[in-house]
């Protein structure tokens, strides 16, 4: 499922179009990486370490955060996080990675980010990883800048990144009206009046009700879903968790319609600043700067 974790497509993709890598100027971006990136990823890794089970929690106007411990079974264990968003509350807005047009410009589509600097830079309440992808990366540790691809469809601010036949794609309208059609590829129809889209596989979860032969391993995962009569999103994330378990946990929160997007490694979701009740900051994840986000921005509960 994760196919970012695919590294020869993507390296040999690049020495066909670039011949042979630019070792000087990666090894730069390492020597970056050891004398500023990696304290803060340690120092990131610390407060994981920290984080625990928390009831649901408003922590923005129209977000509410979550966190279970699982308990210890054959589909998972470890930490569930998990977001539910009004759409209709006053503030909200939805976030996508945009494609990059210079990357475009050099064959690709995106340029890879840390999530803990995406919700910063975007100002966003809550972000999750996206859609799976492959990398023009050298190195086995993705670094922010490489050039990427993304696999399925994706919709930012009303431009579609391309259209892949296999990916099921949530999309929402300008009032924030999410669909998730259960037919594959997306038609262009809905792509049309989509302003906000990401594509995702194993759209398990349907009218409620979790496939009974959804699979069963566990694994780093990261899910998306929605309850479209009632404008209501979910994201997840979970440390060690089945597609089937995940999707249950979703519908058990009230999410009608499900599916999951790139997992693994890839796996991340962070909370951003101005939240009560938590301590912003990456909750998990946030090790692999990956192609695309998807976020909310909100605004902050008042004071009380």
């Known amino acids: 499922m994760n196919l970012s974790g695919d590294r020869q497509p993507a390296k040999a993709l690049l020495r066909q179009r670039w011949g042979r890598p630019r070792w000087l100027a990666k090894g730069r971006w390492v020597v970056?990486?050891?004398?500023?990136?990696?304290?803060?990823?340690?120092?990131?890794?610390?407060?994981?370490?920290?984080?625990?089970?928390?009831p649901a929690t408003e922590i923005f106007q129209g977000v509410v955060y979550g966190c279970e411990r699982l308990a210890p079974t054959e589909e998972g264990s470890g930490l569930l996080h998990w977001v539910r968003v009004d759409l209709t509350a006053p503030g909200i807005e939805l976030y996508v990675t945009q494609v990059d047009p210079e990357a475009v410009a050099q064959g690709w589509q995106y340029r890879l980010r840390w999530i803990g600097g995406v919700v910063d830079?975007?100002?966003?309440?809550?972000?999750?990883?996206?859609?799976?992808f492959t990398s023009a990366s050298i190195w086995r540790l993705r670094l922010p800048g490489d050039l990427a691809k993304g696999v399925e469809t994706a919709?930012?601010?009303?431009?579609?990144?391309?259209?892949?036949e296999h990916a099921y794609v949530l999309w929402f309208e300008d009032d924030l009206t999410p669909h998730l059609p259960a037919s594959k590829p997306p038609m262009r129809s809905e792509l049309a009046r989509a302003k906000w889209g990401?594509?995702?596989?194993?759209?398990?979860?349907?009218?409620?009700q979790v496939w009974p032969g959804s699979e069963r391993k566990p694994d780093a995962r990261t899910?998306?879903?929605?309850?479209?009569?009632?404008?209501?999103?979910?994201?997840a994330v979970?440390?060690?968790?089945?597609?089937?378990?995940?999707?249950?946990?979703?519908?058990?929160?009230?999410a009608k319609e499900g599916m999951l997007l790139d997992g693994g490694g890839s796996?991340?979701?962070?909370?951003?600043?101005?939240?009560?009740?938590?301590?912003?900051?990456?909750?998990?994840?946030?090790?692999?700067?990956?192609?695309?986000?998807v976020g909310v921005r909100a605004r902050p509960l008042p004071p009380t």
């Open 223 to 235: 899910a998306v879903a929605v309850d479209e009569e009632r404008k209501i999103l979910f994201l």
């Open 267 to 293: 796996s991340s979701m962070a909370i951003g600043g101005g939240a009560r009740h938590i301590t912003p900051g990456v909750l998990y994840g946030g090790l692999r700067a990956v192609a695309t986000h």
């Open 238 to 254: 979970g440390e060690s968790i089945s597609p089937r378990l995940m999707l249950q946990k979703l519908a058990d929160l009230g």
């Open 198 to 208: 990401i594509g995702g596989q194993a759209l398990w979860l349907r009218a409620g």
């Open 155 to 164: 919709v930012s601010d009303h431009v579609v990144s391309h259209v892949w």
């Open 32 to 54: 970056v990486f050891l004398a500023l990136g990696l304290p803060a990823l340690i120092a990131g890794a610390f407060l994981w370490d920290t984080r625990g089970p928390q």
């Open 121 to 132: 830079r975007e100002r966003l309440a809550v972000a999750i990883n996206g859609m799976m």
